[in-house]
């Protein structure tokens, strides 16, 4: 017998549930799944990631694109060519995860004008509390 029940691991059945906290911090900011999103047309170059994420530096769209490698989420490859030619493209886990949110992203999208209404009209109450 090998320890497992339905198919999972005694070990992922006896860690805490509270770790989920790491991955969702890890891939549930905003501009990761900006990137997952973008990716999910297909590879990318950097300069193309950087025009399609608004608002993002160069710095920190580095620091998201080697998280998300590192977690697994995205490959990067490099072509020996002058210039080197590096491109991202999402893991089969990393397409999961772009399934699992586009549902958030899309009710992102629909509800920020609502989002924004309920914003202006909560800070021009005279009562609204300021910290």
């Known amino acids: 017998m090998n ?13 805490n549930p509270c ?3 790491e991955v969702l911090g890890i ?4 501009w990761s799944l900006l990137v ?3 990716l999910s047309q297909g590879p990318r170059r950097f300069t ?3 025009r399609a994420v608004d608002g993002i530096s160069q710095r920190m769209l580095t620091v998201t694109l080697r998280g998300l490698e590192r977690d697994g ?9 002058m ?4 491109s991202y493209e999402l893991t089969p886990m990393g397409r999961t995860l ?3 949110t586009m549902p958030l992203l899309e009710w992102s999208i629909t509800h920020l004008p609502h989002i924004d209404a309920a914003r202006a009209a909560y800070d021009a109450r005279p009562d609204t509390p300021t910290a």
């Open 48 to 50: 193309e990631l950087k």
């Open 3 to 15: 320890g497992a029940a339905g198919g999972t691991s005694r070990a992922a059945r006896t860690r």
């Open 19 to 21: 770790q989920a906290r």
């Open 36 to 38: 997952v999103r973008d």
């Open 98 to 100: 772009r399934e699992a």
């Open 73 to 81: 989420i995205l490959t990067r490859t490099v072509r020996n060519v």
């Open 27 to 30: 891939v549930g900011d905003k």
């Open 83 to 86: 210039p080197p030619h590096v």
